[in-house]
């Protein structure tokens, strides 16, 4: 039987806010996680306090690669950095250097129900028809994605709208353990950011599915990593229709991959879809795509160039990576103390 998620209350949380994110080092970043979380990062950190994570305990949750999870974790942090973030204003670390997303995760774990991480989608999603064969940190995903953001107490979460139900989640696991320890307004119940035209970005050959790095079709995404002439020709040859573009918003119903594009469009050029449409509304594609092409490739080709000036440099990047972990671990390290003094553990 699985306990009900307590009930959504106001938090009694006093503490300051705080900015938290984290990316996945598996495979290239693509225009998506740019748009639907990067670019929030970077906008951010000249407001608040925020910490930037490269998540690499949650990359080997579904293929295990050391050969390559060292050099990915680099190209995520080369990534943040090239599109922006500053590690001087930011705090940019590495998930496994800071050992209380592993130790909190663990107390979450006896905190999360089993229904409540039966329900997950992405689970359903990845793990497709063969749950039984899944790892159990697939399974746990998202308990230690609650961990992430309340090791530090982070009271905002920047993402993209696949990562609402985690961020639900998020929320249940502090307010339960809130409830639980008899430790009201410990934990804050933090708040995804998802707002913007970003928030979806679909894949280009499928209005329907979502830009992913697990698309077998290279054209269906573009990489932060892609050249001028490969981002130009992704974008041409992107899936539409043969009529022109609606005048209003109202005219993209049913039409997901014009959507897409118009939605693209907004978010590289900072406008909302109605702008987009005023000045593009009955033309065709034929006109639009070159210019939403140079658009993402004004937008797109300095973010490449960046990071392959950053990764030619592991040392260069290692050091702040290193850096970055020390001022996280001094984050989480008294709030870690508060826990196991709230939980009851031998000190
Ligand atoms: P990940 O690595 O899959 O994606 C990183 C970020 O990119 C966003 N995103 C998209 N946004 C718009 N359109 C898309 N097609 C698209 N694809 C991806 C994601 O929403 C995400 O914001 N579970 C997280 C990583 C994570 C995390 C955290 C995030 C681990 N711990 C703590 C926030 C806080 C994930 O797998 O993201």
């Known amino acids: 039987m699985s306990e009900a998620p307590p009930a959504s209350t106001p938090s009694s949380y006093l503490g300051p806010a705080r900015v938290f994110s984290g990316m996945q080092p598996t495979g290239g970043l693509h225009l998506g996680n740019y748009l639907g979380a990067l670019v929030k990062f970077v906008r951010l950190q000249d407001t608040q306090d925020c910490i930037y994570c490269v998540v690499d305990l949650h990359a080997i949750t579904a293929d295990a690669n050391p050969a390559t999870l060292a050099q990915q974790t680099r190209e995520v942090a080369a990534a943040y950095i090239a599109a922006g973030v500053d590690p001087k204003k930011s705090v940019i670390f590495v998930q496994s250097a800071v050992l209380a997303h592993t130790e909190l995760a663990w107390i979450f774990n006896c905190v ?65 353990f809130n409830n639980d320890f008899a430790a009201p307004g410990f934990f804050p119940l933090p708040e995804p950011l998802i707002q913007g035209p970003g928030a979806r ?135 870690m103390d508060d826990v196991r003094r709230i939980v009851g553990f031998w000190r």
């Open 112 to 176: 999360a129900r089993m229904g409540w991480l039966e329900r997950m989608t992405q689970f359903k999603d990845k793990a497709g028809k063969h749950a039984e064969r899944s790892s159990v940190g697939l399974f746990d995903y998202p308990v230690l994605q609650a961990a992430d953001i309340l090791a530090y107490k982070a009271t905002h979460v920047p993402v993209g709208e696949d990562q609402k139900q985690h961020l639900e989640l998020s929320r249940d696991i502090a307010q339960k």
């Open 201 to 335: 970005i679909m894949s280009l050959r499928d209005g329907k599915k979502k830009m992913s790095k697990s698309d077998p079709s290279d054209a269906s995404r573009i990489n932060l990593t892609d050249d001028a002439d490969a981002i130009a020709q992704k974008l041409k040859r992107a899936t539409t229709d043969p009529h022109p573009l609606p005048e209003t918003v109202e005219g993209l119903e049913g039409r997901p991959e014009v959507e897409n594009l118009i939605g693209i469009y907004a978010a590289l050029a900072n406008v909302d879809a109605a702008a987009v449409l005023a000045e593009w509304g009955g033309k065709g594609f034929g006109a639009f795509k070159p210019a939403l092409a140079d658009l993402a490739v004004a937008r797109l080709a300095p973010i490449a160039g960046e990071m392959r000036r950053l990764t030619a440099d592991p040392a260069a990047l290692d050091a702040i990576l290193r850096d970055g972990a020390d001022r996280a671990n001094a984050i989480a390290a008294p709030i």
